[in-house]
C-alpha cells in the first residue's frame, strides 16, 4: 500500500509479493520513479519499480532474485557500488551486478 505522506490516504494497492519484508532500499530514483529492492520473507530478493504518472503511482515487479536453497528468509540488502548485495538466515551473502536497466 503506499500512502500519501500529507494526508495518509491509500494512493495505490499492490499485489502482495514475497510475504513480509525484512529489508528495503532504493537502486536508483527520484520524485517521479523509483526501483526499490526488498528482502522477503519467502527468501528471494524482489526488484520493483515505483512510478507516478498523472499523479497515479504504479508499482511493479520487475524481476525476482532467487532464494539460495535451504535459506527460509532473504534478511538485508543493500547496494554496494555496482552490486545489489543480500543475505539470507543461513548467513548466505549473495551479489549481483547492476545493469543499466537494473540487475541481472
Known sequence: VIYDEAT??????????????????????DAEEVELLCACADGSWYHFQ???KQGKFQLSLVQVLPKIVGAH??????VCG??????DDCGNIVAWPITDKGSR
Open 8 to 29: 495518509l490516504t491509500i494512493l495505490h494497492v499492490a499485489e502482495r509479493f514475497g510475504g513480509s519484508i525484512w529489508d528495503m532500499t532504493a537502486l536508483r530514483g
Open 50 to 52: 515505483l512510478v507516478r
Open 73 to 78: 528468509r532473504a534478511l538485508a540488502v543493500t
Open 82 to 87: 555496482k552490486l545489489i548485495v543480500g543475505s
